[in-house]
């Protein structure tokens, strides 16, 4: 199998809803690593439309293929959402 072309390029998708996961997945499938951080509650699109398991709809599961997935937990954090970001760049 031949090398992606953004084999080696990390990204982190912050966004929720379409779009921003639409474009993210586009990186993905090209061979970035991305990794989707959610709110603790998740993604709002894990819930939109209808879906024989709980939190995995179609649109979500859809726009957030060949993702690494991460909840922010910012109550573990001492300082919520810098902790957090900075264990993925690093």
């Known amino acids: 199998m031949s090398r992606l072309p ?11 809803v379409l779009m921003g996961p639409y474009a993210s997945q586009w990186l993905a499938d090209f061979g970035a690593e991305v990794i ?4 603790p509650e998740g993604d709002s699109t894990r819930q939109t439309g209808p879906t024989t398991e709980r939190g995995m709809s ?17 109550e573990k954090a001492r300082w ?3 902790d957090a ?6």
């Open 6 to 16: 953004l084999t080696g390029i990390r990204v982190i998708d912050a966004s929720a």
């Open 36 to 39: 989707k951080v959610e709110p």
């Open 58 to 74: 179609p649109v979500f599961l859809g726009v957030n293929r060949n993702k690494k997935k991460h909840r922010h937990r910012p």
């Open 80 to 82: 919520p959402g810098r």
């Open 85 to 90: 970001s900075a264990s993925f760049v690093q």
